[in-house]
């Protein structure tokens, strides 16, 4: 059994971040953006960007903000307007993520990815050369997924997976999840009084991964606890360590990488036969 203190203690050593916040965490309940959040958020990234590390941000977002923007009340069920929606949001969530960063003195890029881009070899390089070389010039690449170009039977459909497979085509060490729900627990804690915390994961058991059935949501994200289980499975897997967390206030990343115990840490658990195309295939 891993010593808990001593996983945490790893976290200080971490060189390359991969922080993914989900919709419900940067809009409030009525959908607007959440503009103080997002400004904290974007100053602690670039505080860990001055300390030294590598740094991504995977932001959610492009729909909620789309449907606010033209002032809807429901979320839309045809693909088309969805993905016009998230046309018309991407680009004002990059605008607000450009002016902030550039008041720290950082410069942003966008990169979005599609899972056909990730599946095909030839596309996964160019995108793995891109970060490399973003990386390489201080830059802080915000992904998201190409919503606009990806039917509803082949993409990734939410930003858990996505992060992951960002920290699989970059090497990142540690990927945080920052979403409405502060770690695994035993049960879904909206529902029972008996729900417990887990602060550890050292191993994703078959326990573990059937945690994820019964997850709670909201009516702004879309990654209940199954797909944060799925992310944790790739990212492990590819060497990297992970730790869901709430997302109420992003200076949590701070106490994450001094390795205090917030969240749940899920541990590296590097695996060369495991095959993340496959696996993605298979988890629709
Ligand atoms: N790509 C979606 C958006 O930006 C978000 C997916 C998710 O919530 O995980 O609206």
Do not use: W
Not at 37 to 59: F, H, P, T, Y
Not at 117 to 133: D, K, P
Not at 143 to 150: G, H, I, L, Q, Y
Not at 194 to 213: Q, Y
């Amino acid at each position: 059994m891993a010593n808990a203190g001593a996983a945490r203690e790893g976290l200080k050593q971490k060189k390359r971040i991969v922080v993914k916040i989900g919709s419900s965490s940067l809009t409030h309940e009525n959908g607007r953006l959440h503009l103080q959040r997002m400004e904290k958020l974007v100053r602690v990234l670039c505080e860990l960007k001055n300390r030294g590390m590598d740094v991504i941000l995977v932001s959610s977002g492009a729909g909620a903000v789309g449907r606010t923007t033209m002032k809807l009340a429901e979320k839309p069920s045809a693909l088309p307007e969805k993905q016009a929606l998230a046309a018309i949001g991407q680009a004002r969530l990059m605008m607000i993520y450009e002016r902030l960063f550039s008041e720290y003195g950082r410069t942003t890029a966008q990169i979005l990815l599609t899972k056909s881009a990730i599946l095909s070899e030839e596309s996964r390089r160019s995108a793995q050369a891109t970060f490399e070389t973003l990386l390489s010039m201080h830059v802080i690449p915000v992904v998201n997924e190409n919503d606009t170009v990806e039917t509803h039977e082949f993409r990734f459909g939410d930003n858990d997976r996505l992060s992951a497979i960002v920290v699989a085509l970059t090497g990142a060490d540690l990927l945080v999840l920052l979403s409405d729900i502060d770690g695994l627990y035993t049960d879904d804690p909206t529902r029972s009084d008996t729900a417990e915390k887990i602060a550890l994961v050292p191993d994703l058991t078959e326990e573990i991964l059937r945690m994820g059935k019964e997850s709670p949501g909201s009516s702004f994200g879309t990654g209940g606890m199954a797909s944060k289980l799925v992310a944790a499975r790739i990212a492990c897997h590819c060497g990297a360590d992970m730790v869901i967390a709430s997302g109420e206030d992003p200076e949590i990343l701070y106490r994450i990488l001094q390795g205090e115990e917030e969240g749940t840490l899920f541990l590296h658990q590097p695996d060369s036969d495991f095959d993340m195309y496959a696996y993605l295939n298979e988890t629709e």
